[in-house]
């Protein structure tokens, strides 16, 4: 399968604990982004690379959760101290690097539940 | 910032009939406007998109119509089949942001 991959599908957590989640883009596209996605509500923007470089950050984005892409390959999404209303799908997307907008293919997300 | 509303937010119809979906958008310099299907428990997929220099775009028995003045679009499935049941979402982004801005979506159900 050479689509958006991420890792784990699902995480269980307590309140209080972090969490790291994994994605890996399509191989030759440059562009990664993180959404979230709450039941019966479309997926929100969260952050976006282009390479290694963090280009945008949502305001919805605490100072709790924190991206990386160390390599401009994989990225990793970490949730510090977490809180039941951080409970939602986190869905990965990348898109090849073209002059104006472009596709944006999407993984299958990480549940995440927060107890 | 961009906002993007979706109507309706339910649609029923049956086999074989027409479905439309509308989606208004508020920023002008906003010029991708994808759609994505998403069926229960699985990722959104790109079923088909329109750059603003055009104003309809078709792919078999999907279609998407954009009116930049209007600041609207939407998306036509004709002769709907069953397996067409899902959610569908809008959105759009412009050049500089790169961001989608996604609609609350639409939940349509094909009867046979």
Same mark, same amino acid.
């Given at each position: 399968?050479?689509?958006?991959?991420?890792?784990?599908? *699902?995480?269980?957590?307590?309140?209080?604990?972090?969490?790291?989640?994994?994605?890996?883009?399509?191989?030759? *596209?440059?562009?990664?982004?993180?959404?979230?996605?709450?039941?019966?509500?479309?997926?929100?923007?969260?952050?976006?690379?282009?390479?290694?470089?963090?280009?945008?950050?949502?305001?919805?984005?605490?100072?709790?959760?924190?991206?990386?892409?160390?390599?401009?390959?994989?990225?990793?999404?970490?949730?510090?101290?977490?809180?039941?209303?951080?409970?939602?799908?986190?869905?990965?997307?990348?898109?090849?690097?073209?002059?104006?907008?472009?596709?944006?293919?999407?993984?299958?997300?990480?549940?995440?539940?927060?107890? | 910032?961009?906002? /993007?509303?979706?109507?309706?937010?339910? @649609?029923?119809?049956?086999?074989?009939?027409?479905?439309?979906?509308?989606?208004?958008?508020?920023?002008?310099?906003?010029?991708?406007?994808?759609?994505?299907?998403?069926? @229960?428990?699985?990722?959104?997929?790109?079923?088909?998109?329109?750059?603003?220099?055009?104003?309809?775009?078709?792919?078999?028995?999907?279609?998407?119509?954009?009116?930049?003045?209007?600041?609207?679009?939407? @998306?036509?499935?004709?002769?709907?089949?069953?397996?067409?049941?899902? /959610?569908?979402?809008?959105?759009?982004?412009?050049?500089?942001?790169?961001?989608? /801005?996604?609609?609350?979506?639409?939940?349509?159900? /094909?009867?046979?």
């Amino acid at each position: 399968d050479t689509g958006v991959s991420q890792d784990p599908r *699902h995480k269980i957590t307590k309140r209080g604990q972090n969490v790291t989640f994994r994605c890996d883009p399509i191989s030759e *596209h440059n562009r990664l982004y993180w959404y979230r996605q709450t039941l019966g509500q479309g997926p929100e923007f969260l952050t976006y690379f282009q390479n290694e470089a963090q280009l945008e950050k949502s305001r919805l984005l605490s100072d709790r959760f924190s991206a990386e892409r160390p390599k401009g390959s994989f990225s990793t999404l970490e949730i510090q101290r977490t809180e039941q209303g951080d409970s939602a799908m986190y869905l990965c997307a990348s898109s090849p690097k073209f002059r104006v907008s472009s596709e944006q293919y999407f993984g299958p997300g990480t549940r995440l539940t927060v107890t | 910032g961009e906002n /993007v509303e979706q109507h309706p937010s339910t @649609l029923s119809v049956q086999e074989g009939d027409s479905a439309v979906i509308k989606c208004t958008y508020s920023d002008s310099a906003s010029n991708y406007f994808p759609w994505y299907k998403q069926e @229960l428990g699985k990722r959104p997929q790109l079923i088909i998109d329109i750059r603003s220099n055009v104003g309809e775009k078709k792919d078999q028995r999907i279609a998407v119509t954009l009116n930049k003045t209007a600041k609207h679009f939407s @998306l036509h499935i004709t002769e709907t089949q069953p397996e067409d049941s899902a /959610v569908y979402f809008c959105a759009a982004s412009n050049t500089g942001f790169q961001k989608l /801005v996604f609609g609350t979506g639409t939940r349509l159900l /094909v009867s046979p």
